[in-house]
């Protein structure tokens, strides 16, 4: 199969998520017993080996050396993408995971809910995915169907009213660890698209501090600038905290929540009693269609 930068990272927050599996449920920052499973064989044997704590603590230390605080940040932001759906439920018709990746939640969902989810991703990433769910499954979900997108070019809502979106469904949007892999003027276009969701929709999505993107502060990882602005210049696009809220409004969204390291680190870190750091590099947000 193809490769590109992009594309390859879906696979290390999933591989995070398995390895955090193996901690106790008092202990887990996110539960998600298919990450493991839907990963390559050779990925699952490295999960594997993180049953033993002394590997686990020593792959998270390497991670935080790497990049202070960004174990907890993408666990937590799985988990907040995950209880903000879990309490709309009630409420939503449908859920759109833009960015899909490897991502579980879908396939999970469909354990407690017929709600339709539609997976959208470039068209390498739900090549990959079609084959991981039949490998998983042999029968996937019905309730889950795989949308193949280029945000940069492809009309996002007539591409998902193909696949048999409804449009005027109240929509959950999760929009995870995807801004900062698109140009300003992808982001523009999808929030564009989005504006005709109807009243009730929500939508959770992170971004990268503009800053950081920017050039003009890069010591909360020094490393991953090297890696993603650098050398591959794979990360394009950051926002600020104090500016989402406007920047929403003017695609029509209101915004609820955001979750920063200090949220983060209250919310989900201390209650399990683990002592990690949280990063400010990247945060997510919650909004609501006004």
């Given at each position: 199969m193809a490769r590109n930068a992009a594309a390859q990272t879906a696979f290390g927050p999933m591989v995070l998520a398995a390895i955090e599996q193996h901690e106790s449920p008092a202990?887990?920052?996110?539960d998600d017993d298919l990450a493991g499973s839907f990963l390559p064989r050779g990925l699952r044997a490295l999960i594997a080996a993180t049953r033993w704590s002394p590997v686990r603590s020593a792959m998270m230390a390497a991670s935080d050396r790497s990049a202070p605080g960004m174990w907890a940040g993408i666990s937590c932001r799985k988990r907040y993408a995950d209880d903000n759906l879990i309490a709309a439920l009630g409420d939503i018709d449908a859920v759109v995971i833009l960015g899909a990746g490897?991502?579980?939640?879908?396939?999970?969902l469909s354990?407690?809910?017929?709600?339709?989810?539609?997976?959208?991703?470039?068209?390498?990433?739900?090549?990959?995915?079609?084959?991981?769910?039949?490998?998983?499954?042999?029968?996937?979900?019905?309730?889950?169907?795989l949308v193949a997108v280029d945000f940069e070019r492809d009309d996002l809502m007539a591409t998902l009213a193909a696949a048999g979106y409804r449009r005027d469904a109240r929509t959950f949007f999760i929009w995870e660890g995807v801004t900062q892999y698109l140009t300003a003027e992808a982001v523009d276009a999808t929030l564009a698209q989005l504006r005709a969701a109807p009243a009730g929709s929500r939508l959770d999505f992170t971004y990268v501090q503009?800053?950081?993107?920017d050039g003009v502060d890069i010591s909360a990882a020094p490393s991953l600038y090297r890696r993603?602005?650098?050398r591959t210049q794979v990360w394009k696009y950051g926002l600020r905290p104090d500016e989402v809220e406007q920047f929403l409004e003017g695609y029509g969204w209101r915004l609820l929540d955001q979750l920063g390291p200090d949220e983060a680190r209250d919310r989900y870190v201390q209650p399990t009693g683990?002592?990690?750091?949280?990063?400010?590099?990247?945060?997510?947000a919650l909004a609501a269609k006004a």
């Open positions: 202990r887990r920052l996110v490897l991502d579980t939640r879908g396939c999970r354990r407690r809910s017929t709600i339709p989810v539609f997976e959208v991703d470039q068209p390498l990433n739900i090549e990959r995915k079609s084959a991981v769910l039949k490998r998983v499954f042999g029968t996937p979900p019905p309730s889950v169907h503009r800053e950081f993107i993603f602005r650098e683990r002592n990690l750091p949280t990063s400010g590099l990247e945060w997510s």
